[in-house]
């Protein structure tokens, strides 16, 4: 910038930051480390983090305050109320209440965010997703702060500010937004071998949700339970599990749902709920006893590692549900505020060191964005009475009366309560160990699990994960920093490193220093998460169905599908020309919801095209081909009767596709493309569909396919790499 007076004013505040300048604190102390906390540690055992860590405490409150007001990260949330219930207590592990009382309905209120955009962002952006479940308990407020993803990038919360500025927007420029697709985040990942395991996980379909009612919630940090007859204490990690299945969006619907409707998977929760199908969960969790915390070859305090569930498995004991949209967002969701430091009698921590920091930082930063008195607010207090002497500060609106204000008094007044009329009871835990900055031996393993998260993928995930690397590395435009992401991913795959490489750029690797164990895992691929693969019945409740008319339409046809997939739960729109009333051949009207500019194919999970007269027009229109060209390209079940079988035909006729032909009403389905070109909609079908697979009439074969999600094999079989979308 040319020198001018105002420059000059900036001149003395201006600092270059340069190798040859070392690191330092606030106050100007020299720092020798900057990267693990000041723990109670041995090289064999974790130990609990020390308050008195300046340097620590220092870095993570000044993050902590970076942003006013907004959430420096987890800014673009929405949520819900619902009710927690158990079906199973955990009384042989724990005293608390919420975990123990089979008659007990608690109130929970659940935030799902993304985490690096700010408030304007998109809700489809590749990230990961924040889970956080406040539960309103009768001994107070819990709070689970967790992810869609089970790991997390980083092993200590020294780290946190790092990781978060290396992926939010580069500070010269103020770009990109709500991306990991830029230098300063691949850089980190390369440089943190701890964060292989986590990355693997953001670039497969978990990055890109569907819906926020079909991603799972984990914990991520390891807790403990106790028990009033101070028994053992088990290690604990918290699982929910969503009854539609895990699904995701593909990487080009994403994209363009970032620009068409930002607001998509905040609209499908608010729909969903509001036309009385409530998402739920399955809550877990996964036990591990102290006496077995060193016997496997990962730390059970390591946020990067998973527990297989082969070692520990999930034990499924309640269900989540959410039943109440919030009445008004600043109030609700936006003045809603999580920390993971609010446990209840029977909840504790371990010496997870990413855990121990979020204790501090949550609390922090929640004074900076809402003030002293944050847990005043309507949506955080709990329903529980609450007594204490915390007096004052900004916007107090409770009201205590008398003359005391302390502890101890002459009146005896607010007394600690004793364990057993319900006080927390800290678990009397023995530390042995010197102060230093250390991470246990087996917090050094950074390969092994991301080794195992690719191996157990399917085919389709590998293929999804070697484009999305592809993507964010193509965005990378220095090549020291693709070139070594292509090093590190020879850590988990060559298979892998050789396919990134082609695309990023980066020479073809042609040998691996750290070969891949072969090993697999169930509970980490996706299709481990469907609806059938849990035991439960396929379902089409709640899925998003467009119906395609022009004038001339098939009202018959129309009417019979549209019946039927509503009864079956789906939520079914009419798309037409305009939102003008548009006749059928038969003289019925029809108001369509929206038109064929206003959505598009990416809003909803399959489309249906009747027959009728309206087709010979409808193939004339280039929006309408697009429509179905896209739904197809992203592996969208596609339905058609009559002579909407043509329409279909004329946009995906490919080498390897099938359609119905003939007026003998005979069902074809290809690669979840079911067509039917006689008549294919059987009279009195509202009810009852039976979902499965080789059904023989259209409605039954339709709706199985959409159940399905996606027919991912058009995919692999290179079908949709033949059509322009």
């Not at 505020?337 to 204790?359: E, K, M, W």
Request: aromatic share 10%.
């Amino acid at each position: 910038m040319a020198s001018n007076q105002k420059s000059a004013d900036m001149a003395p505040e201006i600092r270059e930051p340069s190798s040859s300048v070392p690191l330092t604190s606030d106050f100007g102390a020299k720092s020798t480390n900057h990267d693990i906390w000041l723990s109670a540690s041995t090289g064999e055992r974790k130990g609990p983090a020390l308050l008195e860590d300046n340097f620590g405490r220092e870095k993570i409150m000044k993050f902590d305050h970076e942003r006013i007001p907004e959430r420096v990260v987890h800014a673009r949330g929405a949520g819900a109320f619902g009710t927690f219930k158990l079906y199973e207590s955990a009384a042989d592990v724990t005293s608390a209440g919420v975990l123990t009382d089979t008659s007990r309905t608690t109130p929970v209120f659940v935030r799902f965010s993304t985490v690096l955009g700010s408030r304007g962002s998109a809700d489809t952006v590749r990230d990961v997703r924040g889970f956080a479940v406040k539960f309103y308990t009768e001994e107070g407020n819990w709070d689970i702060v967790g992810n869609d993803i089970p790991v997390f990038f980083i092993q200590d919360a020294m780290k946190f500010p790092d990781v978060i500025h290396a992926g939010k927007p580069e500070p010269d420029k103020e770009v990109p937004q709500a991306q990991s697709a830029h230098n300063n985040f691949w850089d980190f990942q390369f440089l943190h071998t701890e964060a292989t395991h986590m990355f693997m996980w953001a670039m497969s379909d978990r990055g890109i949700p569907r819906s926020y009612r079909m991603m799972q919630g984990f914990g991520v940090n390891t807790y403990t339970l106790t028990k009033n007859d101070g028994g053992e204490r088990h290690f604990v990690k918290f699982h929910f599990t969503p009854t539609l299945g895990v699904h995701s969006l593909v990487w080009d619907e994403a994209l363009k749902l970032a620009g068409q409707d930002p607001d998509f998977h905040r609209k499908d929760l608010y729909t969903a709920i509001d036309m009385g199908v409530y998402p739920t969960w399955k809550f877990g969790i996964q036990i591990c006893p102290e006496s077995r915390q060193d016997e496997f070859d990962f730390d059970i305090l390591d946020a990067t590692k998973v527990w297989p569930e082969e070692l520990l498995p999930v034990r499924y004991i309640g269900e989540l549900q959410l039943n109440k949209n919030v009445d008004e967002y600043f109030t609700q969701t936006e003045q809603a505020a999580f920390c993971t430091a609010h446990v209840v009698p029977g909840i504790g921590f371990s010496d997870d060191p990413l855990l121990q920091g979020r204790n501090f930082s949550y609390f922090d930063t929640q004074l900076s964005r809402l003030g002293v008195n944050w847990q005043e607010l309507p949506v955080n207090r709990p329903v529980c009475p609450v007594m204490n002497n915390h007096r004052d500060g900004q916007l107090q609106h409770k009201i205590t009366r008398g003359s005391i204000n302390y502890w101890p008094n002459r009146k005896s007044v607010i007394p600690p309560a004793k364990p057993e009329e319900g006080g927390y009871l800290d678990y009397p835990e023995k530390v042995v160990a010197m102060k230093q900055r250390l991470h246990s031996v087996k917090f050094s393993e950074h390969f092994s699990q991301a080794q195992l998260f690719w191996n157990s993928m399917s085919e389709i995930e590998k293929s999804h994960i070697i484009a999305a690397l592809g993507f964010e590395l193509d965005h990378c435009d220095d090549p020291v920093v693709y070139e070594r992401m292509v090093t590190r991913l020879c850590d988990i795959s060559l298979e892998l490193a050789q396919a990134v490489a082609e695309k990023a750029g980066s020479p073809t690797p042609t040998k691996t220093a750290n070969e891949n164990h072969g090993l697999t895992a169930k509970g980490l691929s996706q299709l481990d998460f469907t609806p059938e693969a849990m035991g439960l019945p396929a379902t089409i409740a709640s899925r998003m169905i467009a119906i395609i008319i022009g004038d001339g339409f098939n009202f018959a046809e129309y009417e019979a599908v549209k019946a039927a997939l509503s009864a079956a739960g789906a939520f079914v729109f009419t798309i037409g020309p305009k939102r003008q009333p548009v006749k059928s051949s038969t003289g019925q009207s029809v108001a369509p919801d929206h038109h064929f500019e206003g959505m598009r194919s990416t809003m909803f999970d399959s489309l249906y095209i009747p027959g009728g007269e309206h087709v010979a027009s409808l193939m004339k229109e280039g929006r309408v081909i697009h429509w179905v060209r896209e739904a197809f390209g992203h592996c969208k079940a596609i339905g058609a009767t009559g002579e909407g079988v043509a329409l279909v035909k004329m946009a995906c006729e490919i080498e390897g596709m099938t359609f119905s032909a003939g007026a003998s009403g005979e069902v074809v389905d290809s690669y979840g493309v079911v067509t039917a070109a006689g008549i294919g909609t059987p009279a009195g079908i509202t009810e009852g569909l039976r979902m499965v697979k080789g059904a023989k009439t259209f409605l039954e074969a339709y709706a199985f396919n959409i159940s399905q999600h996606r027919n991912f094999k058009r995919e692999l079989d290179g079908l949709t790499s033949m059509v322009a979308y």
